[in-house]
């Protein structure tokens, strides 16, 4: 039996990594959810890039949680090979709207190489899902146990990677 | 501590603090390291795999979801691979 597949970075094959371009890729067929990585910004908003280093997948320099969320989405992303593309980034809030409400989101906590700062990013996750309809089939993962632990105790579905 | 292969400390800490589950690189999972992360009431997951082949050899863990850059391509894949051994 074939299990759920996740559609990694909304579906890095079809866009630019956590594009819409991506996203709208991986809804065209079934689907079991949507994978992809969330990055804090300086005012706090989540922001769904692969590398806190904007260097590495958009056309903006820095780290995500020293830029404005308004700055940062005002850049374009990479495609793959890193040539620019139009895509602009997206947040986490605009994720939740544009995907099914039937699929799982899982998301991964980027913070490169401070765990504080991993800690504060799965704090921004779960306060912004409390009390949001897309709490349940939300999946919070990192690579940092700070992160998942603290999700853990938050009630959130968590898991390391 | 899955990269140093203590997988029953993953499984006791991820039991003691409450994890509901693990995303485990696809090329350290084995039958006894997805049964010790089962016993221990974690789902386990993983990524990236965008190969059929690696998709059935992966089957047989029973995994809980399998992230993948292109969904549709993929079980496309698998399906006439599917289809190739029941005709074959």
Do not use: N
């Amino acid at each position: 039996v074939l299990p759920p597949l996740y559609a990694h970075r909304l579906g890095r094959a079809y866009g630019p990594d956590s594009s819409r371009a991506a996203l709208a890729g991986a809804l065209r067929g079934p689907l079991g959810g949507l994978e992809t990585d969330c990055c804090l910004t300086a005012d706090g908003e989540l922001v769904l890039l692969h590398d806190p280093l904007l260097d590495l997948c958009t056309t903006l320099s820095g780290w995500s949680h020293e830029r404005r969320a308004a700055e940062i989405t005002a850049g374009c992303l990479r495609h793959r090979g890193g040539t620019p593309s139009e895509e602009r980034p997206l947040l986490l809030d605009e994720l939740l709207e544009l995907a099914p409400r039937d699929l799982v989101v899982q998301l991964e906590v980027k913070a490169h190489g401070d765990p504080a700062l991993a800690r504060r990013t799965a704090r921004a996750v779960c306060e912004r899902l409390r009390d949001h309809p897309a709490r349940d089939r939300i999946e919070l993962v990192s690579f940092w146990t700070e992160a998942c632990h603290l999700a853990a105790q938050l009630g959130f579905a968590a898991g390391s990677s | 501590m899955i990269a140093g292969h203590q997988i029953p400390a993953l499984a006791a800490w991820g039991r003691r603090i409450g994890l509901p589950g693990v995303c485990v690189e696809h090329f350290l999972l084995t039958p006894p390291v997805v049964a010790a992360l089962r016993a221990a009431g974690l789902s386990v997951t993983t990524g990236t795999v965008d190969h059929a082949a690696l998709l059935a050899s992966l089957l047989p863990l029973a995994l809980d979801a399998i992230t993948t850059d292109s969904p549709h391509e993929l079980r496309a894949e698998h399906e006439r691979g599917a289809a190739d051994a029941i005709a074959a």
